[in-house]
């Protein structure tokens, strides 16, 4: 028998483990592939949560501080008039009585000046216990939006909706400092009012707190 007749049996025995290698290699790149292209969707999934997350704080946050700002503006209509109620504007010109807030139905938000109760107390510290109390005790120390201006259907709230969760709320302090024009000798005297205010996002967790100062021409006789 010649060699070209002998069977080839043993050269492909030593074929077959060359093929199974190039299989398994085959396999182990197809899994590493696969993983690669599942860590890459796991981390673009997260980031567009964290995008769709980080918008969503940021819109329920501008509308906390439109809320805030429609608050200051409303307690400047309280303190300058004229107002539908025209039941508050003549009060301002005199400190009210007592300290802290007052918790009166006409007075209510009215305040003497508001001062931290140590060097480590911030303002917000004097502010957030105030604007905690529910809107329906009555013993809040805060005006609501509308309540002394008679504008209170010109903002609109909802729970869980797309509005904002509370209505804004303010407080006015009256500050014992008056002054006139710079050279402090012709012009009629103003008082000093700080107003403070609070508005909510649709989650009332979100909230921007903010501060102006309004001043009013002292009344005079």
């Not at 809320?67 to 107002?83: H, K, Q, R, W």
């Not at 509308?146 to 209170?152: A, H, I, P």
């Not at 710079?182 to 012009?187: D, P, W």
């Amino acid at each position: 028998m010649s060699k070209s007749d002998m069977p080839n049996h043993t050269r492909s025995r030593r074929q077959l483990p060359i093929a199974r290698r190039a299989r398994g290699m085959a396999l182990v790149f197809v899994l590493i592939m696969m993983s690669i292209i599942f860590v890459i969707a796991a981390v673009s999934s997260r980031l567009v949560t964290e995008g769709e997350r980080t918008a969503r704080n940021d819109r329920d946050r501008q509308t906390a501080l439109q809320a805030a700002e429609v608050a200051l503006s409303d307690a400047e209509v309280d303190i300058m008039g004229p107002t539908s109620l025209g039941t508050r504007v003549s009060m301002f010109g005199t400190l009210p009585a007592g300290e802290g807030c007052s918790t009166e139905a006409t007075t209510r938000g009215y305040c003497g000046r508001l001062l931290p109760s140590s060097s480590t107390t911030s303002l917000l510290d004097i502010y957030r216990p105030i604007f905690a109390v529910s809107d329906t005790s009555s013993s809040r120390a805060y005006a609501t939006f509308g309540e002394f201006t008679g504008r209170d259907d010109e903002f609109a709230v909802s729970s869980g909706g797309a509005l904002p969760s509370r209505l804004p709320r303010y407080v006015i302090e009256k500050t014992s400092l008056n002054f006139r024009n710079r050279s402090q000798t012709v012009g009629k005297p103003l008082d000093a009012y700080i107003v403070t205010a609070i508005g909510y996002g649709l989650n009332p967790e979100t909230q921007v707190i903010l501060q102006a100062v309004i001043s009013k021409p002292v009344a005079t006789n």
